[in-house]
């Protein structure tokens, strides 16, 4: 009992190790999708698209803040997570990241300099967020794969799970702090 409680501890450590592994291969994934947007040259018909969708986006936000607070977060709030809602589902989120990465780098080269350093630190603090529950859900699905062949991974794939909703949870409650801040 104690040797299979021995290996049981050995197992869950490297597992904790591939997550640590997985994530920092996500987050630079994330980050060279960026850089890789932004070694684009936006022509100036796009940037003048890029900057009147920003004037406009930023008018709405004024005039909502003028009527309620509330109006205003919700506003935000919904934009960011209609385009990065989906990038909390396993597998497919590491996709839609890393797309919503390209345009953000293509975005920033259009933009003027105060608001392109705002689009890259936006840029990283939301990959540092959105790597983590990325990581989790691609070591859920890879221990349900092999849970399906071997039933030994039952334990481990239920301990990922329970760690992917736990992550899922808490980045989302990390989003609306962010989307709250001025």
Known sequence: MVEQEAVRATVIGKLGRLRI??????LLLYLAAYFLGYA???SPQFAAQVNKQLNQFTEEVNKLSSVSQIAA???KLTNLMVSLGPSLIPVFGIWNTATQWVYSGIATNAVASNEAVAITAQ???LSIILAI???DGLLTVLLLINSARDKSFKELTILSARSYIMWVIITIILLIIFMAMP
Do not use: A
Request: cysteine-free.
């Open 40 to 42: 684009v040259k936006p």
């Open 133 to 135: 529950p990325s990581t």
């Open 21 to 26: 592994y997985l994530y920092l291969v996500l």
């Open 73 to 75: 977060f919700s506003y």
């Open 123 to 125: 840029t990283i603090l």
